[in-house]
Structure formats: C-alpha cells, structure tokens
C-alpha cells in the first residue's frame, strides 16, 4: 500500500477490540470486497488485499504486539517469507487467500505462480532471554539451545528418499488446489490428494517419513549490542521451523528482558538511583560516590543546605545509545536521613544548636508555620 492506514480503521474496530471482534469485521470486509463478488474491480481488490493485510498482522498476537508499540514502522526491515519483521506483510494475492482460508476453511483467489503452489515457509520462533543490567550496558555474547525442526539430513528436505522424485499429483495436476463454484463465488481449496503440495511423493523418505524436516537440539550463537532495553527483538534469519519438503525455514525472534537491578531504574537512557545521606551532609555539603554500571564510580558533589527529593544529573553517566553514539544520564535522588540514635554527646550538641536557632537557618519551615499562623488568624 502506498498509504500506510491505520489497521484498526482498516477493520473497523477498535484497538482494545478482542480477537473475536477483529475476525468477525474481517469477515464481513472480505466478503463485501472480494474482487470475484465485484466482477474483477481493482478498487475492491485493492481494498480487500488491504483488510487482509491488516487481518494478518491482528490475527498475530506478537505481530499485533510489535504493531501497537512500533507501527507500520515494525514491519519496514523484516526478512525472510515476507516483509514485516514475522514475515506477514506485503504479500501477493496467493498470501491474502491463505488468510482468507484461515477464516471461512476455505479460500478464493490464486495462490501460484507460473501455473504451481507456492512453497510456504517455515514458522518463525520466539525465545527469551534474560540479561542483567551490566551486560545490557557491555553488550553480550552468548549461546542458546533451542528445539526447531531442522531439513533432513538424510533427504536434504524434499521427504522423499534419495535417488528417487516425485510426481505432480493426478487430482490437481499440480496446481495443489482445487476449485468448485457456488452461486457468484468461486473457491479454491487445498488439494485433498497432495496437501497442497501439487506433487506427491513416491517413495519417502524413512528417516522424516516424507516431512522433509526432523526435530533437533540446535546451539546458537547470539550477539547483544550495548544498549538494548526490556523488550528489545533481536532476529536470526533462518533459524526459525524449516519449511516442509525444502520450503524456506523461517526466523528465530529473541525477546531481551533486563532483570531488575539493586540499585538503578532505567526509563531508555537515563538512569535513576536514590541516595540517603545524613543530615549533616545535608547541611554542611560534601561528596558522595555512585557506582555506574561500568564499574566506575561517579562523585556527586553536595551542595550545603541540600534538601530531600532533589535531583542531581550526572551528564553522561547513563546506558549507552543503542546502536549509536553517547550515553544517557544518571539521575540521583537525595532522600535526607534523620538520625534514630544518638549518642549523649551528639544529642547536647543538637541541644546546643536548637538554642541557637532563629527560624533563618530553615526558610522553608518558617515560611510555612508563618502561613499557618496567617490562615488561622495569627
């Protein structure tokens, strides 16, 4: 589409609309714009290849995911089957048939091309992992197991056994689909002789019994940039379920989720920790050190007369820029700490103090009581 719609407006609902909702005004739209209900009208074709555009990526629960937090813009770099970053965007018109099967059971429109069934491929992964704050400031190479379903070492993924092929199936003499017409519509069906594959296998293969893929234990390596966030996809391409009788394999999608850390909270590049000090440091001014994440440590400088709830930023303290330059901020809190023991000699010293007072060395408070006095009449 060369206007990205929006597409909740696309399906007429709304973004809170449960999956129920969304399948039933798909439905509806692709019934109404189906181009063989309006005798081959490109506006209506154009239409309904939009509302199944959109129907693909709401049906998804990560694609609606990544579309609500990103977008159109979630879909622009994808690889593989297709072109949104879960292969489900962009499509020719065979793709929006294979939504429109997955609503009524069975579905119009061609999905071939030069007359034979398209491959579809494999289906992509989701994992997630864990990392720490440290390794999502350093970056971090690491490894993953994963259970996937692989090609056939044995048939090398066509399910059929070596030194033999196969044969276009005689039901629908390769095209993998059938056709019957009712009323104004025409439908097309998977071929119920081959599976839609178009071809039938004469002798399979033993080791994947004609699957043309095996389960398997496979080990990866996985690098994470510095800077990543909760939340943050990293894609291998490929390395998703093979695709049955040597379809392409689809994309393995790694979640990054960063475990919560004992002393910072992050909001994108800025850190924030919170730093009890005495009221003496409060008062007197002073130095205080905070660790980064790097391990290096910060001097915040103290100002005298320093009160509870201030915020001191550290210019470049924070996590870097993912997949740029610089560094965010640290931001520290100063909570002032009133003491709960003391001893004799600190407690005749605050005696001392408190007959010195008069009421200028806290401004605040003295404002505050004389506003009180004023509000009650003096």
Known sequence: MSTEVDYYELLEVSRTADDGAIKASYRKLAIKYHPDKNGGCKDHEAKFKAVSEAYDCLRDPQKRAAYDRFGHAAFKNGGGGGQGPFGGGGADFGGFSDIFESVFGEFMGGGRQGGRPQQRRGADLRYDLEISLEEAFHGKATEITVDVSSACDT???????????????????????????????????????????????????????????????????????????????????????????????????????VSKHALFEREGTTLYARAPISFTTAALGGEIEIPGPDGKPNTIRITPGIQSGRELRQRGAGMPVLQGRGRGDLVVRIEVETPTKLSARQRELLEAFRETETGDECPESQGFFARVKKAVGG
């Open 155 to 257: 048939c090398h993924g066509s399910g059929a056994t070596p030194g033999t092929g196969t044969r276009d199936c005689a039901l629908c003499n390769g095209h993998g689909k059938v056709r019957s017409q009712q009323g104004p519509f025409v439908f097309e069906r998977a071929c119920p002789g081959c599976n839609g594959a178009g071809h039938v296998i004469t002798d399979p293969c033993g080791k994947c019994r004609g699957e043309g893929r095996v389960e398997k234990t496979k080990t990866l390596s996985v690098n994470v940039p510095p800077g990543v966030d909760e939340g943050t996809r990293i894609r291998l391409s490929g390395e998703g379920e093979a695709g049955q009788r040597g379809a392409p394999p689809g994309d393995l999608y790694i979640f990054l989720h």
